[in-house]
């Protein structure tokens, strides 16, 4: 790539970006650009082309930067920014940006950024373009300045590979991140919206190593949370709901797209964040967190509806490939089926939903804005004083003994009792894995696997309980003696699952009982 003649001055300071993305349909872009919310600020109207740029290996991209070469208007500008992880929903990006006097990339004005070192010199060559139709207005609600773009085109990739983009940017220029959620919140009242966490380069990235939309329905799970013990307990709070919220919206696509893991991690997601929620209580207002935990509730239903007819129809479907030819399964798999697809059909109507956008928005800008905190209340001063690493020891050895009450007589243990005792399990194991970084690795790994073994078997257990109540509701609903003799083998099948799993049960216990605490042992420093 030649490079440019008039270099531009070196680059070393970061601008940081607070910006937020909502996906939004055509025809209601359309619309809202009509809005009255948009009084008072008017639209601009300017086509852009970005190109990305990167060496060949793609280091840029394996250190998590996209380097862009931007023309708006008459004006180039060369642009770096920070891509954001799937676990990111904080909308704060590190970006440096410089003019260019000709179209083509130069790395040496950024070359004091820490990513760049070792590429000043490296060939660069273009990876994809992102063309935009791009309407903005700067909006200024009670003194704060947010640029509200909407930004209409596609991103192309090598091979005619494209990907359209409709979607609204809501960039804070100044005040808070709360005037950006109080407008978002506004639009989402207006017309359909999706929250986006994925860049325009990140997307753009997906599809030239052409896993897109094979990446856009990928799912993810919950990963790592970073703390350290002197950490005060608000940040860590703050750390932990954004690893869920973002847990929870980077699986939508998934489930929208009838994937089961899809389902399965956002009830995940859904859990861990009620579990945050009871380890901070005493922290945080009753009625955010009555609200934050209807919503959860009000979710976890619908989800709850397709994941129980996923569960059922894995059951049936392993008993079908033992029996290959049985007339009487194939039509109790085809009676599941429909309700399986109806209970999708549901929750892609509340996916859909005003509510939902406003609740994932509204959990984002509780987050971070800290709308917790009340001054001069007392919940406010623990949150300020507080450490974590003092809070983590004494959650978990709470949860710790609420589970060995429950665990007693284990093998006396009946359904309801051994439900409570995995859901006791599953609150020590969401809080382990969101404490984990401040303890000594091995011991958290070792202990949370003695709690995965004995939660994978209860698991089972229950997973077969609900089964066999749904099944017996839609032979109830539709009776036919198909259905009923299906129905039998199925559940002769979960009885001989049940009682072959329960001398893993035992051991799993045992083994668990014997475990040592990692909370216990001294701090990691």
Sequence with gaps: MTENKATAPAVTAAEMRYALALVVAP???????????????????????????????????????????????????????????????????????????????????????????????????PVFTCRLRRSRAVLEPDGAAVALSFDEGEIRARGGRKLQVSEIELELQQGTPRAVFTLANALAGEAPLRVELRSKAARGYALADRTEPREASATSKFGAVDLHRSM?????????????????????PAALAGKEEGVHQMRVALRRLRVALVLFRSMLPEAERNWVSGEVKWLAAALGRARN????????????????????????????????????????????????????????????????????????????????????????ERRYRQARNRARNFDRLGTVGRHRLRIALKKIRYAADSFASIYARKAVRRYIKHLETLQDGLGLLNDIASSEKLLRNLIQRRPSQALIRGDALVRGWCAHVALECEPALQKGFKRLKKAEPFWRRPAKI
């Design 27 to 125: 025809e209601d872009a359309a619309r809202l650009k009509r809005s009255d919310l948009l009084r008072g600020g008017r639209l601009i109207r300017r086509r852009i082309t970005s190109t990305y740029y990167d060496t060949r290996d793609k280091e840029l991209q394996r250190r998590t930067l996209a380097l862009s070469v931007r023309r708006e208007g008459g004006r180039v500008f060369e642009t770096l920014e920070v891509m954001p992880g799937s676990a990111a929903t904080n909308g704060e990006r590190a970006m440096w940006q410089t003019p260019l006097a000709r179209p083509a990339p130069d790395l040496k004005p950024l070359a004091k950024v820490d990513g760049i070192r070792n590429l000043e010199d490296a060939p660069l060559k």
């Design 232 to 252: 005060a307990a608000e940040d860590a709070l703050a750390v932990i709901l954004r690893r869920c919220l973002a847990h929870l919206l980077a699986n939508e």
């Design 309 to 396: 007819w996923d569960v059922v129809g894995g059951f049936v479907r392993r008993v079908r490939d033992s029996m290959t030819d049985d007339r009487d399964l194939v039509a109790l798999a085809h009676a599941v089926e429909r309700e399986r697809r109806r209970g999708y059909n549901a929750l892609r109507g509340v996916l859909g939903t005003q509510r939902y956008t406003q609740f994932t928005l509204g959990l984002m800008g509780w987050i971070e804005t800290r709308a917790w905190r009340r001054p001069g209340a007392l919940e406010t001063s623990i949150l300020q004083v507080s450490v974590v690493g003092k809070l983590a020891d004494q959650v978990l």
